[in-house]
């Protein structure tokens, strides 16, 4: 078993985040991952975890306070507006809620038992992704991904879909409020003459649904396809009201709902609210649904062009479990072992941080005890702010995709010289991240013995680059930056 675990230490990077330097090294690496996504504990952070509603409840009192508040008191006064509005922002937390999310969501695949389950749920997030809009990364980003995908993890891919398309952060990212059969009850209202606002649908989300979130393009569907889910998808929107604006809980409205029948990609559907759990319920047991999530988990775990071979087990625990996620994780974790030493898959810049952050036993992130400190009203530290900030700087901020299918998992979209400067920057700094007890050669061994099949490679280089007297200031970022390091 020594011998395998010498072979296999790129796996516990491939798959998790390493190993820590206070961590022993698993003897059973296949069943060390195995054991870790069956069940979904509480998070690990010991802090305050505010919940999405909370949440919520401060996104509303900004939207309601700029917009109705500030807006019309100082609309001929731009400079009031302006310094009341920054005491708002400050007021409703807006510049900390993100960065307490992303230090619980590191918290998780660092200081946790569960680092495999962490890397996965980070692939879900980005999979069901909510891009830069409305403030949403701010306030609702990182409570959907802890209330929505986190414990959906050990259910069916068909629930985890029907609560993401009814989520309030999706409904609200993809705009599904403001669809309207042309023949619902609300079409003839008197107040859409008058206002000449029709009643239309909004594509978006039904849109997303085939191409992001279920079959993919692979399925052939057509632009009435995408339609007639724009017409299933009716209905359901955000309880609007003058106090809460468009931040109430999600609800059905029959009367935005499309009367009759639909039809989407071939099956017909009658109309009313339990349509889309049936239409959710064919197209995630899609083959193409199916070979969709195989290559995306392939693809964030192994390599940029994945064969039919690597996908098959995944599409056949899909299959054979009837899409219960813990299976379909178990098959990728196996394929993802099974061809360790044939394909080092190249990390994005967020996987790669916390990689670091692990195994050179970081100072991170910001301890539960400063994070805890904050009182909404004033304005955070700088220290408070550095998850959010640091994560832009390296190019990744995992709230933040600009476009609704997340950020790629293709390596060349992670190595064009900018992007791979601002991880050289990063590792220049970080020293002042490392705890003064590692702050020595012997520490460095340590980690590289423990984390890479080749220890002596590697080390013999940040030796040879360095001198003596410059070693450890320069070793961070020989070693962070080091093409082992890199890829997984």
């Known amino acids: 078993s020594l011998f395998i675990i010498s072979l296999m230490k790129n796996f516990f990077r491939k798959v998790a985040f390493g190993i820590g330097p206070n961590e022993e090294v698993p003897s059973d690496p296949l069943n060390w991952a195995l054991n870790q996504v069956d069940e979904i504990p509480e998070f690990s952070w010991k802090g305050k975890i505010l919940t999405e509603k909370e949440l919520r409840g401060h996104y509303r009192d900004w939207v309601y306070g700029d917009r109705k508040v500030l807006r019309k008191k100082y609309k001929d006064n731009k400079t009031l507006y302006k310094t009341h509005k920054d005491e708002l922002r400050h007021k409703t937390g807006q510049k900390f809620w993100e960065s307490l999310d992303i230090a619980i969501r590191h918290n998780e695949g660092i200081n946790s038992k569960n680092p495999v389950l962490a890397k996965l749920w980070m692939f879900w997030g980005n999979f069901f992704a909510i891009s830069e809009k409305d403030f949403l990364a701010n306030y609702s980003t990182g409570p959907y991904q802890r209330e929505i995908i986190w414990p959906n993890l050990n259910q069916s891919i068909e629930k985890m879909v029907y609560d993401v398309t009814t989520s309030w952060a999706m409904i609200h990212h993809l705009d599904n409020s403001e669809s309207a059969g042309p023949k619902s009850a609300t079409a003839s209202e008197e107040w859409r003459r008058r206002k000449k606002e029709p009643a239309t649908i909004n594509e978006n989300h039904g849109r997303e649904l085939l191409e992001l979130h279920t079959v993919s393009p692979k399925a052939g569907y057509t632009q009435e396809d995408?339609?007639?889910?724009?017409?299933?998808?009716?209905?359901?929107?955000?309880?609007?009201?003058?106090?809460?604006?468009?931040?109430?809980?999600?609800?059905?409205?029959?009367?935005?709902?499309?009367?009759?029948?639909?039809?989407?990609?071939?099956?017909?559907?009658?109309?009313?609210?339990?349509?889309?759990?049936?239409?959710?319920?064919?197209?995630?047991?899609?083959?193409?649904?199916?070979?969709?999530?195989?290559?995306?988990?392939?693809?964030?775990?192994?390599?940029?062009?994945?064969?039919?071979?690597?996908?098959?087990?995944?599409?056949?625990?899909?299959?054979?479990?009837?899409?219960?996620?813990?299976?379909?994780?178990?098959?990728?974790?196996?394929?993802?072992?099974?061809?360790?030493?044939?394909?080092?898959?190249?990390?994005?810049?967020?996987?790669?941080?916390?990689?670091?952050?692990?195994?050179?036993?970081?100072?991170?992130?910001?301890?539960?005890?400063?994070?805890?400190?904050?009182?909404?009203?004033?304005?955070?530290?700088?220290?408070?702010?550095?998850?959010?900030?640091?994560?832009?700087?390296?190019?990744?901020?995992?709230?933040?995709?600009?476009?609704?299918?997340?950020?790629?998992?293709?390596?060349?979209?992670?190595?064009?010289?900018?992007?791979?400067?601002?991880?050289?920057?990063?590792?220049?700094?970080?020293?002042?991240?490392?705890?003064?007890?590692?702050?020595?050669?012997?520490?460095?061994?340590?980690?590289?013995?423990?984390?890479?099949?080749?220890?002596?490679?590697?080390?013999?280089?940040?030796?040879?680059?360095?001198?003596?007297?410059?070693?450890l200031r320069d070793m961070n970022v020989l070693l962070f930056n080091h093409p082992e390091f890199l890829k997984a």
């Not at 690597?310 to 009837?322: H, V």
């Not at 996987?351 to 952050?357: K, L, M, P, R, T």
């Not at 304005?379 to 702010?385: L, S, Y």
């Not at 700087?393 to 979209?413: F, T, V």
């Open 226 to 471: 995408v339609i007639q889910l724009a017409y299933i998808m009716t209905g359901w929107q955000q309880r609007w009201s003058k106090k809460n604006l468009e931040t109430g809980n999600i609800w059905f409205n029959s009367e935005y709902h499309q009367i009759g029948k639909k039809n989407v990609l071939g099956k017909e559907y009658k109309k009313g609210k339990k349509a889309l759990a049936t239409v959710i319920k064919d197209l995630v047991n899609h083959p193409n649904c199916r070979d969709f999530v195989a290559e995306r988990l392939c693809r964030y775990l192994i390599t940029d062009e994945p064969t039919k071979e690597m996908k098959q087990p995944i599409i056949d625990a899909f299959k054979k479990s009837d899409g219960h996620i813990p299976e379909i994780h178990k098959a990728a974790i196996k394929v993802a072992f099974e061809y360790n030493d044939k394909y080092k898959k190249f990390q994005t810049p967020e996987n790669w941080f916390i990689q670091v952050a692990k195994i050179a036993d970081l100072k991170w992130p910001p301890s539960p005890v400063i994070m805890n400190s904050y009182v909404p009203g004033a304005r955070p530290t700088k220290t408070q702010r550095t998850p959010e900030r640091l994560l832009k700087n390296l190019g990744h901020h995992p709230y933040r995709a600009k476009q609704p299918n997340g950020w790629s998992d293709h390596s060349d979209d992670w190595m064009s010289p900018e992007l791979l400067i601002r991880r050289l920057v990063f590792a220049s700094k970080s020293r002042k991240f490392i705890k003064l007890e590692n702050d020595n050669e012997e520490f460095y061994e340590k980690i590289i013995n423990k984390n890479f099949d080749n220890p002596d490679k590697i080390l013999n280089y940040t030796r040879k680059q360095t001198s003596k007297m410059r070693r």
